[in-house]
């Protein structure tokens, strides 16, 4: 029994094809947008690559990206079919591309759908890259005269102040490195020297923080040094007044600012998805009344549409026993023995085996 049959006059034929027509034309701008929300997402991931570690973050705007020109072209060529369509004698052309091009549109819009839940789902590999990648320039922070690290130190400035952010997870991450570097450091000052002697790897470790971590919103000014120290400040309490410095760590900064920006693209996606599913429904029911008024031999009459010929179990059975039978038409017996590629041609002889041949008489 067929799924969701509906009957269609020509009439009606003819305006789901022009429908469709116009759809798909439509489908075609989604997947320049699909594209452009790829393109715009890799391109703030590639803007802060310097505090990402190398992974596969960026998966989810090149799959975009990909779905978005696959989609301009599945739906350019779907536009063209369904306007030939509404004539009968064209869509004889189409009849055996329809089926396939189906086929391959809804494996299309299935990667639509994964690629919005990706959106969803990346968010565990973005913060680990994030993590990652902040432990390493705030690490290299002080190196401002080494040749691939002198960038570090005003990218992670700019970070700071642009997300009002400081350090990886907090503040205090910048209590555990050396964020100050040895050229400026006076090591005839007897604090330096004994700063240095006091840790065991010999760096100087400070209570404090880069400039960037203030808040200018603060009244106070900014307090960078010594910020545990409560008698180092007048009428200053650090377990009780609120410090001057950003509290939220870059980290946690980031993770927000890009999941917002994924969520708002998965949701279109999802948007996009569900348009692109209901073209293809049409496209179906517009192939099977096609096919079915061929069949019927009268052009003008009224024809059956469906989204399935049979019931989804006799439709699956079906698909599994071609899918098992694939290459078997192909496999040649390797009984023992048995080496001719043509044991099963029929013999010619029809079973006869024993046929009495005729003498040809002699001349006399």
């Given amino acids: 029994m067929a799924v969701l049959k509906v009957k269609f006059t020509k009439t009606r034929r003819d305006k789901l094809a022009q429908m469709l027509w116009i759809l798909n034309w439509v489908s075609v701008v989604s997947g320049v947008i699909l594209f452009s929300l790829g393109l715009f997402l890799k391109i703030e991931i590639k803007k802060r690559n310097e505090v990402m570690a190398k992974g596969d973050i960026n998966s989810v705007p090149n799959m975009l990206i990909s779905v978005g020109v696959i989609a301009c072209i599945i739906n350019f060529l779907g536009g063209k079919i369904c306007y030939d ?46 993590y990652l990648g902040l432990r390493d320039a705030i690490k290299f922070y002080k190196d401002t ?31 555990e490195i050396q964020w100050v570097s040895a050229r400026y450091l006076n090591m005839a000052s007897k604090e330096v020297v004994d700063r240095l002697k006091s840790n065991v790897d010999g760096k100087f470790l400070v209570d404090g923080v880069p400039f960037s971590c203030c808040n ?5 000014p900014c307090i960078q040094y010594q910020l545990t120290n409560n008698s180092a400040h007048y009428n200053y309490d650090f377990l009780t007044e609120e410090l001057n410095i950003w509290m939220k760590g870059c980290r946690e900064a980031l993770l927000d600012y890009y999941t917002a920006i994924m969520r708002s693209i998965g949701i279109a996606a999802l948007l996009i998805w569900l348009f692109e599913l209901s073209v293809l429904i049409g496209v179906r029911y517009l192939q099977t009344a096609m096919k079915n008024v061929l069949l019927l031999g009268d052009l003008e009459g009224e024809s059956d549409g469906w989204l399935l010929e049979n019931s989804f179990v006799e439709t699956a059975k079906y698909n599994i026993n071609i899918i098992k039978n694939l290459g078997k038409a192909n496999q040649i017996s ?31």
């Fill in 334 to 364: 390797t009984v023992s023995g048995v080496n001719d590629p043509n044991i099963d041609i029929q013999n010619t002889n029809c079973g006869k085996n024993n046929i009495t041949t005729k003498s040809i008489p002699t001349g006399s």
């Fill in 216 to 220: 200018p919103s603060s009244p106070r």
């Fill in 145 to 175: 005269d080494i040749p691939g690290r002198c960038f570090l130190k005003k990218t992670v400035d700019m970070l700071q102040i642009g997300f009002r952010c400081c350090g990886n997870n907090g503040f205090r991450d910048w209590f």
């Fill in 85 to 130: 369509c509404s004539d009968a004698n064209k869509f004889s052309r189409w009849k055996l591309v329809m089926l396939p091009y189906i086929v391959c549109t809804f494996c299309f819009t299935f990667s639509i759908l994964v690629g919005a839940l990706m959106c969803y789902t990346m968010r565990n590999e973005l913060e680990e890259s994030l």
